[in-house]
């Protein structure tokens, strides 16, 4: 009986999540879809977008633990550098972090119906696999930077394998656009956010607490394209610092079902396998 009203809560939050995610979207899709067509009223859709965010998280009724650890640098734009681990990290940084941001996010996103359009026509989106896609994105991140737009950027370029537990390694790019536009490094850490809504097959929507921790701005002035590699280093360690390994690991899937048959666990090998196992691999 526990485990059927488990299911049943599951599903019945995963409904609300979804309802309050899209309601808002669809009312005001007439209106986003207009801003996105004249770059000049980006940042007015990117304030809807923000506004968007702060309701649904509200709506969806868990506590959200925002931690900063020093002041934003006033008046000046920043590279935001973001652990990535849910599909949720992106409404969570427009949530949290003041201004006109533009954020750098795989072009697969543009890809989804209806709402991806907009989404690349306000932001950057990049095909990683691609180093003209690559170059093209960093070129639009800069002139962001110089027109006074701060940039988020998630330096795995991908969801960690192993969200809340370790990173996965840090690409080059963030740090050497910060530094060639000299712009402070504000490292993030959202050490929850696959605990709401991993990434798996299908949609999992679980009850959890978030939390966003935004760490002291790292000043890039008077370093060189030299100094990126020890940069990239700073921030990994940063963010890494506030994970958090005991929350690590993505929620089981629910079932309403009793716990199927076991299977046995694969026998060790034995010494005299080595030969055998190195030509399964």
């Known amino acids: 009986m526990s485990r059927l009203l488990r299911f049943i809560g599951h ?21 986003q879809w207009a801003l996105s067509r004249r770059p000049q009223w980006h940042r007015y859709l990117h304030t809807l977008n923000r506004y968007w965010s702060k309701l649904f998280i509200r709506m969806w009724g868990m506590p959200v633990e925002v931690v900063r650890k020093h002041p934003l640098p006033a008046g000046q734009p920043c590279v ?9 990290d992106i409404p969570l940084l427009f949530k949290t972090i003041p201004g006109w941001l533009n954020i750098m996010g795989k072009s697969s996103l543009a890809k989804v119906p209806i709402w991806g359009p907009i989404f690349g026509r306000a932001y950057i989106t990049v095909d990683r696999d691609s180093a003209i896609s690559r170059g093209r994105a960093m070129v639009q991140a800069r002139r962001t930077l110089e027109a006074g737009r701060s940039v988020v950027i998630f330096p795995e370029g991908a969801i960690s394998k192993t969200p809340g537990q370790q990173l996965e390694p840090f690409k080059d790019g ?28 299908g949609l999992r929507v679980r009850y959890s607490p978030l939390a966003i ?15 990126a590699l020890a940069l990239k280093q700073q921030v990994y360690t940063t963010i890494a610092s506030a994970l958090r390994p005991e929350a690590g690991g993505i929620p089981e899937p629910s079932t309403w079902r009793g716990p199927g048959p076991q299977l046995a666990s694969p026998a060790a090998p034995s010494p005299q396998q080595p030969e055998l196992l190195a030509n399964r691999h």
């Open 213 to 227: 921790i935004l760490h002291e701005p790292i000043p890039t002035t008077n370093l060189t394209a030299a100094d």
């Open 11 to 31: 599903r019945l939050y995963t409904t609300w999540a979804t309802f309050w995610f899209v309601m808002p979207f669809v009312l005001t899709y007439p209106l």
């Open 80 to 88: 935001y550098v973001a652990n990535h681990s849910s599909y949720i």
């Open 174 to 201: 963030a740090f050497q656009l910060a530094i060639a536009a000299g712009v402070p490094v504000v490292p993030i850490t959202m050490p929850l956010n696959h605990r709401f809504m991993p990434d798996v097959d």
